[in-house]
């Protein structure tokens, strides 16, 4: 991650007390009005369901979700629409819809074209970072095991199913003495066995416990893991912060071991895991932070990725390998990799491609990747990274409001269009302080924020988005082609189940919004700069209509 954040704002708390709370009520307390002339009966939507939890907050223990997950199930099953207003007139609720032969002013359309199918959805989620973990662990369990319950059970109300995990620490651990950061071999072996002292037993502290948590509550699971900066001794710096692998063979090889052997330590440490791909190296192009860090060219990573590739076939694992992971402002660099592993005859393009790409999104756009794809469309494309932030000077509608139009409009909607397969923002949850983490980025945001003065745990701007399309599309299911508009961003899928889920984001003032999609048809009014999922069941079948 960059030392400082080059994107618009996203918020860090929702203004509520929810120390008791997990996400779905929390959710709820955020889209409570205190002003009447903002209340849900005023809305363009309104509360079709008559559910007294879409307006008025409870306390609860989490096991009724606030009434929305029944609400959320009714759109899953019959169709319909879930909104999110940025500035909270609606928060993540259902809205009324008009039947096709309503008679009802549609002023903007989209068209999805059920037949034509591109790449698939595998997942939504965020980075279990040491910070994130070491902030879960300080929960009672009781509650720990609630939030993940929320976050990652497939009949939750979040229903994610990605994660992203460092390989040894990344900028975001804590504060440890002088060994906050660290990797799975600190210490250098003798000249026989360099990797004599490799272990992944530190990880015992944070990440292990939590990851096994998720992965028993959790469905399918595609999980990333990418490294930070190989270990002092490998290095061009002597150090974590900085410098290169040492450019010989030798390194290059070690390299691949170690990551090789963190996945296949990982598996047989947690039950039920499987990793189903590495990145060689996080932001290989940002290697002066004051953190750990590591630069390397695409010549040196196309090597590297070669010989990974034989080390986890010796182990017997099918782990795929990301290349690059960083940012859209440089695909040539992933192209060159892929380029190189061509010619020295790994399968890029067949249907048993192992290599593919990430990347983040602090600079550049996601329509970038386009040419990278059409020359390897076999290798997979993922997103894997982006912190939300928080801009103090802001008051927290304003904040909010960002947050919502910035991850819509510049990361989810365009990543899933251009050919991304998932995506995985930055921390799972941070403190009041947007940490623990660097000194050099203090704004930053998780999933959730938790405060650790009076345990108040909020849901940021960024999970409601990611929750648009977590909780309606499960892993996969294809893109389809619809409409592109400027005004009307969004992104149409196929679930498994037949039904067509389409998440837009309403760049105008209120208007009527129709998505069709063959014989099926759902219009809604949105308010102006709303984010809605619309689900078109067998029951929103025109008739008389192919």
Request: with cysteine; hydrophobic share 40%.
């Amino acid at each position: 991650m960059p030392s400082s954040p080059s994107r618009r704002t996203v918020i860090a708390a929702l203004g509520v007390s929810s120390a008791t709370l997990p996400f779905a009520e929390a959710a709820a307390a955020a889209g409570t009005p205190t002003d009447p002339a903002r209340s849900n009966g005023g809305s363009p939507a309104g509360n079709p369901s008559g559910n007294p939890a879409a307006s008025t907050p409870r306390s609860g223990r989490g096991d009724d979700w606030m009434g929305m997950l029944p609400q959320h199930h009714r759109v899953d099953r019959s169709g319909g629409v879930v909104a999110t207003h940025g500035e909270r007139e609606l928060v993540w609720e259902q809205v009324a819809t008009s039947p096709a032969d309503a008679g009802a002013t549609v002023e903007a359309t989209i068209e999805v074209k059920p037949d034509e199918e591109h790449h698939p959805l595998e997942g939504f989620g965020p980075a279990l970072t040491h910070s994130a973990a070491w902030l879960l662990l300080r929960m009672p369990s009781p509650r720990r095991l609630a939030l993940l319950r929320e976050m990652f059970s497939p009949t939750g109300p979040l229903r994610l199913s990605a994660l992203r995990i460092p390989i040894g620490t990344s900028d975001f651990a804590p504060a440890s003495g002088d060994s906050t950061y660290y990797t799975l071999a600190d210490q250098e072996g003798p000249e026989n066995d360099p990797l004599a002292h490799f272990s992944i037993a530190r990880d015992e502290d944070t990440i292990l416990p939590v990851l096994r948590e998720i992965v028993d509550i959790a469905g399918p699971l595609t999980v990333v893991m990418s490294p930070w900066s190989a270990p002092a001794w490998m290095k061009t710096s002597g150090s974590l912060v900085g410098g290169r692998l040492h450019d010989d063979e030798e390194t290059r090889q070690l390299w691949a071991e170690y990551l090789a052997r963190t996945a296949e330590e990982y598996e047989q440490a947690v039950p039920g895991l499987t990793v189903d791909a590495l990145t060689v190296q996080n932001e290989p192009l940002h290697e002066t932070a004051q953190y750990p860090c590591m630069g390397m060219t695409p010549q040196a990573q196309a090597d590297i990725i070669a010989r990974l590739l034989d080390e986890l076939d010796r182990r017997g694992l099918e782990t795929k390998v990301l290349s690059y992971d960083h940012n859209w402002d440089r695909v040539d660099y992933p192209s060159d990799v892929l380029d190189d592993l061509a010619r020295r005859g790994v399968d890029i393009d067949g249907e048993a491609a192992r290599v593919g790409s990430a990347f983040h999104a602090y600079a550049g756009a996601a329509s970038a990747v386009d040419p990278l794809h059409d020359a390897h469309p076999s290798a997979p494309i993922w997103f894997t990274e982006q912190s939300g932030t928080q801009d103090p000077s802001k008051p927290y509608d304003a904040d909010f409001a960002d947050g919502i139009w910035w991850m819509s409009n510049e990361l989810f909607l365009p990543a899933l269009r251009h050919h991304h397969r998932g995506v995985i923002l930055f921390n799972l949850v941070l403190d009041q302080d947007g940490g623990p983490g660097p000194a050099t980025f203090t704004n930053g945001t998780g999933l959730f924020q938790l405060d650790e003065a009076t345990g108040d745990l909020t849901p940021n701007a960024e999970l409601y988005v990611m929750a648009h399309l977590s909780r309606f599309i499960p892993a996969g299911s294809p893109v389809l082609t619809s409409t592109a508009s400027e005004d009307l961003p969004n992104v149409a899928c196929r679930r498994p189940d037949g039904s067509v889920v389409v998440v837009l984001h309403n760049n105008a003032p209120a208007r009527t919004i129709t998505v069709r999609s063959g014989d099926r048809e759902l219009t809604a009014a949105l308010p102006g700069w709303t984010l809605a999922t619309y689900v078109l069941t067998s029951r929103q079948q025109v008739r008389g209509r192919r």
